[in-house]
């Protein structure tokens, strides 16, 4: 109890004498990133602002690993259940309620950590990315609906070679919106610029690293224990409460597969199978994208997280 109270006053003391700092913690899935940031929120009076796009939406709670109520032990988490799932949530829209997230935080001497593992939502607040505002165009985005993946990616080739290098080819969301900007402005996609935002103030970027074997024994962990708490019901209560298994399938991963396993494309005997291979290939892309970045710190357990948190607050050490 001594040390929490004593842990307790750091981020106030280091936030009020060396000014306002952010923390970041990422990692690929399944490494422990929501239980590490929940102990340096503890050690160093913090609140946590989730950097995941599938646990903004409400009612995905085990398909996305959301953290419960009990692993929060009293720690602030942000942007968990934002909108509802019927609705789409644009990068945009979480850019901008991370930063009044930190802003709020940081005026209460607390240190803010964001923590998560879509490295385009950490991107975006960390760089102060600005993305272009085109305003949705529903008509397009229906019929852009109705086709696979492949065909997306195959149309946004012809329209825009150069953004469909560098997008994510699995992801019909992001697919969607790239070709509708390119359609609507008569142009290419806009190299993202970089604006006032996250660089206003030093930034602390830890990464977890996890060899690769025992990465692959976290993931079926966790995996059947999500089976196990009700992954499927979760699934089909979704879909009861108006969510379409093609809207389902764009949440990608769990609810892709789930949502095919529902409509009987897919037996139960494979979604274990194919989940693990599938959440595999996901995490070996998450480290594909935070290798490009050479400010991420990488540790491997929380005593080392602990001292360069410290070293960072204490000796206004800022990596922006």
């Known amino acids: 109890m001594t040390r929490f109270v004593r842990s307790h006053h750091f981020g106030h003391i280091y936030m009020k004498k060396y000014g306002p700092k952010l923390v970041v913690i990422l990692g690929p899935t399944a490494s422990g990133k929501s239980a590490l940031a929940v102990k340096i929120a503890k050690r160093?009076?913090?609140?946590?602002?989730?950097?995941?796009?599938?646990?903004?939406?409400?009612?995905?709670?085990?398909?996305?690993?959301?953290?419960?109520?009990?692993?929060?032990?009293?720690?602030?988490?942000?942007?968990?259940?934002?909108?509802?799932?019927?609705?789409?949530?644009?990068?945009?829209?979480?850019?901008?309620?991370?930063?009044?997230?930190?802003?709020?935080?940081?005026?209460?001497?607390?240190?803010?950590?964001?923590?998560?593992?879509?490295?385009?939502?950490?991107?975006?607040?960390?760089?102060?990315?600005?993305?272009?505002?085109?305003?949705?165009?529903w008509r397009l985005?229906?019929?852009?609906?109705?086709?696979?993946?492949?065909?997306?990616?195959?149309?946004?080739?012809?329209?825009?070679?150069?953004?469909?290098?560098?997008?994510?080819?699995?992801?019909?969301?992001?697919?969607?919106?790239?070709?509708?900007?390119?359609?609507?402005?008569?142009?290419?996609?806009?190299?993202?610029?970089?604006?006032?935002?996250?660089?206003?103030?030093?930034?602390?970027?830890?990464?977890?690293?996890?060899?690769?074997?025992?990465?692959k024994k976290l993931i079926a962990t966790r995996l059947l224990k999500r089976l196990k708490g009700g992954m499927v019901e979760e699934a089909k209560k979704l879909h009861r409460h108006g969510i379409s298994w093609k809207r389902m399938e764009e949440f990608g991963l769990e609810y892709r597969y789930l949502a095919r396993y529902l409509q009987g494309k897919l037996t139960y005997e494979k979604i274990e199978k194919t989940l693990q291979k599938e959440s595999e290939h996901y995490a070996k892309r998450q480290m594909t994208w935070f290798k490009r970045d050479e400010r991420i710190r990488w540790i491997n357990n929380?005593?080392?997280?602990?001292?360069?948190?410290?070293?960072?607050?204490?000796n206004n050490e800022g990596r922006d």
């Open 44 to 137: 160093f009076n913090g609140e946590v602002i989730s950097a995941d796009s599938r646990q903004v939406y409400q009612g995905m709670d085990i398909g996305t690993g959301k953290i419960t109520q009990k692993e929060m032990q009293g720690i602030p988490h942000h942007l968990l259940d934002v909108v509802s799932a019927k609705r789409i949530f644009t990068v945009t829209q979480y850019r901008a309620l991370a930063l009044k997230a930190i802003e709020r935080i940081m005026k209460k001497g607390k240190i803010p950590i964001l923590c998560g593992g879509t490295g385009f939502y950490i991107q975006t607040v960390v760089e102060g990315i600005i993305i272009p505002r085109v305003k949705p165009d």
């Open 141 to 215: 985005r229906g019929k852009l609906q109705k086709k696979t993946v492949e065909e997306l990616y195959q149309m946004l080739q012809k329209l825009d070679p150069r953004r469909a290098g560098n997008i994510d080819k699995n992801n019909p969301r992001r697919l969607i919106r790239a070709i509708e900007i390119v359609t609507k402005t008569k142009n290419p996609v806009p190299r993202l610029r970089r604006g006032y935002g996250g660089q206003a103030y030093p930034v602390l970027m830890i990464g977890i690293k996890k060899e690769k074997e025992e990465l």
């Open 302 to 314: 929380q005593k080392e997280a602990e001292k360069l948190a410290k070293g960072f607050l204490k």
